[in-house]
């Protein structure tokens, strides 16, 4: 699906995703228009979804995180998830097994918004209950 030149674009655009067609081509040391044509490849392919803002660890320092594990009305799940995926401080959300359906990753930028945000969400129509552990630190990430 891929080749190692394409691996080799991925890796810069990892590390910088506001890279210019011009200095990916130096990079590459290769012409413009081969960027431009791999990337398109890459982005119909569907290796390549969108280009995204990776937050600074000075901001995300600033911010207060919290997982969010949340029982859901299993006829409602749908509904539910569309209405966590509209609340931009929810930044992942994931479907896990065990008591609880899903796991909500929340930032907020005080304990005060992050408890208006539980509040929010534990008053979703669907949601039976939620347990909320509050990060204190983050010991690594990949």
């Given at each position: 699906m891929?080749?190692?030149?394409?691996e080799q674009l991925l890796a810069i655009l990892r590390t910088n995703g506001r890279a210019s067609v011009s200095d990916l081509a130096r990079a590459l040391n290769v012409s413009r228009t081969t960027i431009q044509n791999r990337l398109q490849r890459l982005e119909q392919q569907g290796v390549i979804q969108g280009y995204t803002?990776?937050?600074?660890?000075?901001?995300?320092?600033?911010?207060?995180?919290?997982h969010v594990s949340?029982?859901?009305?299993?006829?409602?799940?749908?509904?539910?998830?569309?209405?966590?995926?509209?609340m931009p401080q929810v930044s992942a959300l994931y479907a896990i097994s065990g008591e609880y359906d899903l796991i909500a990753i929340v930032q907020a930028q005080n304990t005060e918004q992050l408890s208006h945000i539980l509040d929010d969400?534990?008053?979703?129509?669907?949601?039976?209950?939620?347990?909320s552990s509050v990060i204190l630190e983050t010991k690594f990430k990949r």
């Open positions: 891929i080749n190692s030149e394409d803002v990776e937050l600074g660890s000075r901001f995300l320092s600033e911010q207060v995180s919290a949340i029982k859901v009305r299993q006829k409602l799940t749908a509904r539910t998830n569309l209405e966590l995926k509209h969400i534990g008053n979703l129509e669907g949601v039976e209950r939620t347990n």
